[in-house]
């Protein structure tokens, strides 16, 4: 299957900083990303969709000013956390379009002091 | 709107006793249905996928089949390196390639 890498795998910052998570599709082209966030013991939740391009889609209630999405590349997405404050602590999986499949990252832990 | 059930939240199995998970799911428009495993801190790892009604996929002890309603993951004769959660999620003609995802079954497999 298709390969997608995530980087940081863990990060720890202090409240009021930003944070940058990069996603990367290793071995093909990607012209659409997601990102998501997920809290334990729950499952997926969508937070926006990235277009190679073009301006990411929010999903309601997720704000688009504090979590900056920039898909530069065919191959690369990153998702910044603007301001980051504790209850931004989650884990962060992006994953990719291959065909009709999508393809995840291994994930990012954030952790907000 | 799309939306996905699976069922049981959670199960526990001695190891090689086979047993299925559930996921019923209502869409409009099926594009496809797909499984995941997913292991603590760590991304899903795609399992299959399936497209119409009938359809069945296998990989080693898991076996995935489709009805208009529901698919079932068959895990024959687990092993404890199966444990994880499994999810289901579906992709309807509305959802912009965009994937539902329901909560997950949590096996554990007992040794």
């Known amino acids: 299957g298709a390969v997608v890498s995530q980087h940081p795998s863990w990060v720890i910052c202090k409240s009021g900083t930003s944070v940058k998570i990069e996603c990367r599709s290793l071995?093909?082209?990607?012209?659409?990303m997601f990102w998501y966030r997920q809290f334990p013991k729950q499952s997926l939740m969508l937070m926006a969709t990235?277009?190679?391009?073009?301006?990411?889609?929010?999903e309601q209630g997720v704000e688009k000013d504090k979590f900056l999405i920039n898909h530069a590349s065919l191959t690369l997405s990153t998702l910044t956390v603007t301001s980051a404050h504790p209850e931004d602590s989650s884990f962060y999986i992006c994953?990719?379009?291959?065909?009709?499949?999508?393809?995840f990252g291994p994930g990012t832990r954030l952790t907000v002091l | 709107e799309d939306q996905v059930t699976q069922s049981p939240e959670a199960l526990r199995l001695q190891e090689g006793e086979s047993s299925s998970l559930n996921c019923s799911y209502t869409?409009?428009?099926?594009?496809?249905l797909f499984w995941y495993r997913q292991d603590p801190g760590k991304g899903p790892e795609f399992l299959f996928t399936?497209?119409?009604a009938g359809e069945e996929k296998e990989k080693e002890r898991l076996k995935a089949t489709l009805t208009k309603k529901e698919s079932f993951l068959h895990i024959t004769a687990p092993k404890p390196e199966d444990s994880a959660t499994y999810l289901c999620?579906?992709?309807?003609?509305?959802?912009?390639?965009?994937?539902?995802f329901g909560s997950g079954t949590q096996l554990t497999v007992l040794p």
């Open positions: 869409v409009s428009g099926l594009r496809g």
């Open positions: 999620a579906v992709r309807g003609s509305g959802s912009a390639r965009q994937l539902t």
């Open positions: 990235s277009n190679e391009g073009s301006k990411a889609t929010y």
């Open positions: 994953s990719a379009l291959a065909g009709h499949e999508q393809f």
């Open positions: 399936l497209y119409s």
């Open positions: 071995d093909f082209q990607a012209t659409t």
